[in-house]
């Protein structure tokens, strides 16, 4: 087997099937990244979402027989959406990150990989191979950074000098032994502008999140979200990319490659109050096939009550209010409660005051005081 005609056949097959930039690393171990995790899991600064075994976090021996190569892609996606949303006045919209703009990027790097891995084998039909993204149980950003795709930067994501911070990364374990490509030099400089941006103080240091306080991850949990961050949240409906639009690597940057990801503005920045009434099909049929669903209605939901709240939509009362009354969840119930009460004016305080008498759940009864105190 030509190792090296190999690898110069993947790369120019990579940009025949939509790969933006592709490269090559070691199956090394990630003994830097091992001590990284630790550190992060004592400080209780991961989010959950990640793969719990540390050891196949690091060692990809213990994801393929005799590893010999990672081979790490990167999709750029869009930074501006191409169709402006046309709202009227008073309509208040909220809106879903980037990444989670079109069709859910799990699909599209996952469609790409397997690509790869068919001509792959067409070339060695007995080559060991496996691909992951996101969800697999390797940091695709630690292996991107040593294939020589971008640098880490001080937001935590991988940036590359081509497209920015705003490319989705995926991996494949493989038993041929490509010639590993170079880390590329980290050319954040003196420059803290995403730890300066960052809402919540999230990014504790260059290069090091404390998961918990990201509204990226706080717009994905289930329960109610803490008190401190509420505010903070604003109308970001899944994700945020506040340490990335402030980054000046992206500036300028916005790049159109890929159809599946052009952002449907009804989608991406979807009315506010039409979201409260949604049926689980309803949502399914609106939402289903974006990055931002994998976790439900419920989060969303949750997340644009505080919307509504953050821009104080009184049209918004009645809706809340139906919410507080005749809603199951209780977190549903509880956000709506406090949100009525961020509004404020005279029928949202009824509201409270009739729901405060026939409340039984205590959480949602902490919510309506919370509610209430807006008043004093
Ligand atoms: C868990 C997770 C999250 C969590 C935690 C994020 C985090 N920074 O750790 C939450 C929910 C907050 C999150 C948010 C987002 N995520 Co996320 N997430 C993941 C996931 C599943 C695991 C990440 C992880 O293991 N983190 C643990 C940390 C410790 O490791 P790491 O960041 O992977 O690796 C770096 C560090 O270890 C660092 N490092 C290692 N040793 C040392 C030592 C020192 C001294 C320093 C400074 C650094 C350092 O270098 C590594 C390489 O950069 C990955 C997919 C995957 N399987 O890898 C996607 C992934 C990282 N997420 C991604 C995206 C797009 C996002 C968001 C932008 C989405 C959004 N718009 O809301 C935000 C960005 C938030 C941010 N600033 O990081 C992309 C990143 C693409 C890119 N260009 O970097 C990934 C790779 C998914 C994908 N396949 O495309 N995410
Ligand atoms: S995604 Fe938002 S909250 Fe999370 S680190 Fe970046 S700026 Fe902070
Ligand atoms: S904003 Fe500045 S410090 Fe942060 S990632 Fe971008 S270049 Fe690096």
């Known amino acids: 087997m030509d190792v090296k005609k190999l690898k110069e056949?993947?790369?120019?097959?990579s940009k025949e099937i939509g790969i933006d930039k592709i490269g090559f690393t070691t199956a090394d171990t990630f003994i830097e990244l091992k001590n990284r995790l630790i550190k992060q899991q004592e400080l209780n600064y991961q989010s959950g979402f990640e793969e719990a075994n540390i050891?196949?976090?690091v060692t990809p021996s213990l994801l393929l027989e005799k590893p010999q190569s990672i081979i790490s892609i990167a999709l750029a996606y869009p930074a501006k959406m191409r169709v402006r949303v046309k709202s009227k006045t008073g309509e208040r919209r909220g809106i879903f990150s980037r990444a989670s703009w079109g069709m859910d990027y799990h699909h599209i790097l996952?469609?790409?990989l397997k690509k790869l891995e068919e001509f792959i084998l067409t070339k060695v039909p007995n080559a060991r191979l496996k691909s992951m993204v996101d969800t697999g149980e390797l940091s695709d950003r630690a292996v991107a950074e040593r294939a020589g795709i971008g640098w880490s930067g001080k937001n935590c994501a991988i940036i590359t000098p081509e497209f920015g911070s705003y490319v989705y990364l995926g991996e494949m374990i493989t038993s041929i032994p490509f010639e590993p490509d170079s880390p590329i030099e980290d050319q954040c400089g003196t420059c803290t502008k995403c730890i300066e941006a960052c809402p919540t103080g999230a990014l504790v240091q260059g290069g090091q999140i404390n998961?918990?306080?990201c509204i990226s991850f706080l717009t994905q949990t289930k329960n109610l979200i803490p008190d401190e961050f509420r505010d903070k949240i604003g109308n970001r409906l899944y994700g945020c990319d506040s340490c990335q639009?402030?980054?000046p690597v992206n500036k300028g940057k916005d790049f159109h490659f890929h159809d599946e990801m052009e952002a449907d503005p009804e989608i991406s920045k979807p009315l506010l109050t039409p979201m409260l009434k949604m049926s689980n099909r309803e949502?399914?049929?609106k939402f289903g096939h974006v990055s931002g669903a994998w976790r439900g209605k419920k989060p969303i939901q949750r997340n644009a009550i505080i919307a509504l709240a953050h821009f104080k939509d009184i049209s918004a009362i009645p809706e809340l209010t139906d919410i507080l009354q005749n809603e199951a969840s209780s977190v549903l119930k509880g956000t709506a409660a406090w949100a009525l009460g961020k509004?404020?004016?005279e029928s949202a305080l009824a509201a409270l005051e009739k729901a405060k008498k026939n409340e039984t759940d205590n959480e949602v009864q902490?919510?309506?005081e919370k509610g209430l105190s807006f008043y004093k």
């Not at 056949?9 to 097959?13: C, P, T, Y």
Request: charged share 40%.
């Open 245 to 247: 639009t402030a980054c």
């Open 110 to 112: 996952r469609d790409r």
């Open 9 to 13: 056949e993947l790369i120019d097959f």
């Open 283 to 285: 949502f399914k049929t």
């Open 211 to 213: 998961a918990q306080r």
């Open 343 to 345: 509004i404020g004016g």
């Open 55 to 57: 050891d196949k976090r």
């Open 366 to 368: 902490q919510e309506i």
